[in-house]
């Protein structure tokens, strides 16, 4: 439901400013999936932020890796474990 807001938004806007939805990780962002995809197929402007699990987790079964399964369905992905690494201007 927030993915369709955060679309919607966008869209009534005319993308100026973008959607924004984050998410959490693992089943929310599982279950965002549809709507991210409708987004990127009508090429709705929206910024999407599944929330990750802790880093000791990584590829612990049962996983999904939203960096995997969103490249195909997103205009770009990017997967940030160290905050302090993101350029600011």
Known sequence: MGVGIADGYARIKSGNPPGVFAMQYG??????????????????????LPLGHPLKKD????????????SSITKYVEQINQPETVWTP
Request: proline residues 12%; aromatic residues 18%; negative net charge.
């Open 27 to 48: 089943p929310g962002a599982e279950n965002a999936y549809p709507g991210v995809a409708t987004a990127y197929a009508d090429a709705s402007p929206v910024l999407f």
């Open 59 to 70: 590829r612990v079964f049962p996983h999904f890796n939203s960096v995997e399964s969103f």
